[in-house]
């Protein structure tokens, strides 16, 4: 029989691979289009940004869990313990805001040009790549906290510390001091929540008020083929979905793992687990529905020329 750690290892591994693999080859779609000249959707910007803060999480933990866990000896100093951290704090940060972007974005987008949100179209064109770079800073500056309480295992600290497996945490004995801090970083967080519900319940109305009007038209036939924008709006709810999924059942197993002084091993794992599951399968669902990067995929994996796209002009 496989040990408990030996398994965790693998499940550790097959997550981390395959969340690299994803977020690293929609990177290169990106890039590619990009320096070639080649025109991607107004969302493409959004979703570079998502890509890169989901790569900064599996990066900046995931590889050393499966070390971990697989029972590998290593051990990370002060400075090391510090970055990891706030690394991984800051793309988790970004990739809760540019999920919460992309969402609000796309119920501007697929509103009627006769309703209030018409307006904001071109602003929100306009400013898109200005609040991608605003969520970085703010993630930035509100994580400032996170690497002064980081202990590497070897920290010669007389201190009261919380094992993270490579690294300490050390713990708050101001209890309001901890309040205000926990507050301060869980009211972004709350606050995107609940933007995306607000977002994905008005893109719902939208989409079945559209419906109704088609049907309204065309009562003897309708088009299965589904508009551009509809299919990035159904893209986007998945998104969404996935995305609060995660964070909810994250939110919960760290809930239990704050108020408890020994954590079950189970516990510890299945929350390091679930918080990594969005950024590992987010580029696979922005793929699966993203025509330019299935297009790109199939021709990479045939090695074949790509079928002419639309260039800048």
Known sequence: MFSRDFIVGMVYLLQTAVGILGNFYLLYHYLF?????????????????????????????????????????????????????????VGRGVSINTTSLLSVFQVIIINPRNSRYAEFKAKALKYMDLSNILCWILHMMLNIMVPMKMTGQWSNKNITRRDYGFCYAEDH???????????????????????????????????????????HIHRTSVSCKSAPETRATQNTLVLVSTFVSSYTLSSIFHGCFAFLNKPNFWLVNASTL?????????????????????????????????????RNT
């Open 33 to 89: 289009l990009y320096l070639t000249g080649y025109r991607v959707r107004s969302t493409g910007v959004i979703f570079r940004h998502l890509t890169i803060a989901n790569s900064l999480v599996i990066f900046s933990k995931g590889v050393l869990q499966t070390m971990a866990a697989f029972g590998m000896n290593f051990s990370l100093s002060d400075v090391e313990c510090k970055l990891v951290f706030y690394v991984h704090r």
């Open 173 to 215: 004995n101001n209890v309001i001091e901890y309040l205000l801090y926990t507050i301060l970083l869980l009211f972004p967080d709350v606050f995107c929540l609940m933007l995306m519900l607000w977002a994905s319940s008005s893109m719902i109305f939208i989409l079945h008020r559209h419906r109704q009007q088609v049907q």
């Open 274 to 310: 679930i918080a990594a599951c969005f950024p590992m399968v987010s580029p696979f669902i922005l793929m699966s529905r993203n025509s330019s990067a299935s297009r790109f995929s199939l021709a990479w994996i045939r090695n074949i020329k790509l079928p002419k796209l639309k």
